[in-house]
């Protein structure tokens, strides 16, 4: 009879231990499952595992082995952690509950060790039950109350799990206060007592269950979100290109002219890196199983680039008004270049470009933040459209940054193929390219830009390890 209780109670350690094995196998990497909740399952398998060992090695049931203190110790922490996962969505769970709450389980530990050694089967077994049973109850109204704001169909399961879970508590004390002789050995359990406490289990796993529900459900939820969010973003993406289109047709002079096809070829990068990376995320989350951590990277470089382009936007029509002259001046190259960095990151890691910077501390240049920004901008993505078409390997980029004489000097070097002898005296001219897809802008813009703030920027000749161009600014230290 044992032998058979013993088993069916490993039957259940099994099932919850599989289920917790399984939730952490299939959250890993999607989202951080709630620790109240992976306690309680660890202590329920546990409790189930000590108490199926303890029936292994009792034979009096007045007086069972001490395993049974810890087994039927953890049974009400796994409760109490139940309870807290429902309470810490709408509450903090601050150190004092969490102190009174382990102080529970230690007196709870330490009074049933003094009722298995001095008091009945019965009267342990009502103590349990009884307390378990206000445990639960607490276990449903915080359910009940969390359900109320999100109204998921998985924690209406675990309600309904807990309830029947309560409905096998009460037949179980019925039997047990109605009975009028004591219970000694195992094969003198009540059979009814033994289906509900069964009942009971398995209602509790069943909870167990519904939580797990509940993650999957959220996971959709979440990945409905994203989806729309991605469609967000792409009509944000039409919406610029009719703003793109409109402006070539509006602009008729040089100079506006020059500031739409900018505009065009500045953030063509951004905009199909957004297309390409909507696309991808779509194909993503269609999958049954969803990288989440991939999923968020994802997501992080479509709102970089969308800042991105919408940045460039912003400057490209500040530099082209006569109000961009009351812009403060004075920015940090340091600050300056890791904001570019941050930008062209995954650009950079997809060409299989190196970069090396060095700059001295405190260098300030006679820039706005934006106008520093894109001017690196764009003379980092020229070095980086070289390399790319470069066999040489290495790839490397080199930005030396520092005062000599009075002057802030910044230099950006890159081993690609070099310019062109024949078109090294026009690189600075509008629409002037060396690129065959290029639109001749982005050398012409830092020309603009620095030379409208007192600076110069040229190309040095004399460097025959690819492309290096020096930019020069008196006066600022």
Not at 167 to 173: C, N
Not at 218 to 238: G, I
Not at 258 to 284: D, F, M, R, T, V
Not at 379 to 385: G, I, R, V, Y
Request: include cysteine; glycine fraction near 6%; charge should be neutral.
């Amino acid at each position: 009879m044992k032998v058979l209780l013993a088993l069916n109670f490993f039957i259940f350690a099994a099932i919850q231990f599989g289920l917790l094995l399984g939730i952490l196998h299939y959250l890993k990497g999607e989202s951080k499952p709630n620790p109240y909740w992976i306690l309680a399952l660890i202590t329920s398998v546990t409790g189930l595992t000590f108490f199926a060992i303890g029936l292994l090695n009792t034979d009096d049931i007045q007086k069972v082995p001490p395993i049974f203190t810890p087994a039927n110790t953890l049974f009400y922490a796994a409760a109490i952690f139940q309870g807290l996962f429902f309470y810490s969505f709408h509450h903090s769970v601050s150190k004092t509950l969490k102190l009174a709450l382990g102080l529970s389980i230690l007196c709870y530990g330490l009074f049933f060790e003094y009722l298995r050694q001095n008091w009945t089967f019965e009267a342990r077994t009502i103590f349990v039950v009884s307390t378990y049973a206000i445990i639960l109850a607490w276990q449903i109204r915080e359910a009940r109350m969390v359900n109320r704001d999100l109204g998921l169909q998985q924690l209406r399961y675990f309600q309904y799990a807990a309830i029947g879970e309560a409905l096998f508590l009460v037949p179980r004390l019925i039997i047990l206060l109605g009975s009028n002789h004591p219970i000694n050995t195992m094969e003198q359990l009540p059979q009814l007592l033994i289906i509900f406490t069964y009942g009971q289990i398995l209602m509790n796993t069943i909870s167990f269950i519904a939580i797990w529900g509940y993650w999957s459900e959220k996971l959709a939820l979440e990945n409905r979100l994203t989806v729309s969010e991605t469609e967000d973003v792409k009509n944000l993406l039409q919406e610029r290109e009719a703003l793109i289109i409109s402006l070539l047709r509006a602009n008729k002079t040089i100079t506006t002219g020059a500031l739409s096809a900018s505009i065009a070829h500045e953030i063509n990068q951004p905009l199909g890196a957004i297309q390409i990376n909507s696309e991808y995320l779509q194909k993503k989350i269609q999958e049954p199983q969803i990288d989440r951590e991939q999923v968020k990277q994802i997501a992080k470089e479509i709102e970089r680039d969308n800042m991105r382009a919408a940045q460039i936007i912003k400057i490209l029509k500040l530099i082209f008004t006569e109000k961009y002259s009351a812009i403060p001046n004075n920015v940090s190259v340091q600050d300056a270049i890791d904001s570019v960095l941050i930008l062209s990151k995954s650009e950079f890691t997809r060409r299989r470009i190196e970069i090396k910077v060095d700059i001295q501390s405190g260098l300030q240049i006679p820039l706005s933040f934006g106008e520093a920004e894109q001017l690196f901008l764009n003379l980092l993505n020229n070095s980086a459209q070289a390399l790319e078409r470069s066999s040489n390997e290495p790839k490397r980029i080199h930005l030396i940054a520092k005062r000599h004489e009075e002057k802030s000097i910044i230099r950006i070097e890159d081993n690609g193929c070099g310019v062109p002898i024949d078109r090294q005296d026009s690189l600075f001219d509008l629409f002037a390219t060396t690129k065959h897809e290029g639109m001749g802008l982005g050398l012409w813009l830092c020309q603009y830009i620095v030379t409208r703030n007192g600076g110069k920027i040229n190309f040095d000749q004399n460097f025959n390890q690819g492309a290096a161009f020096e930019i020069e600014f008196p006066g600022l230290s």
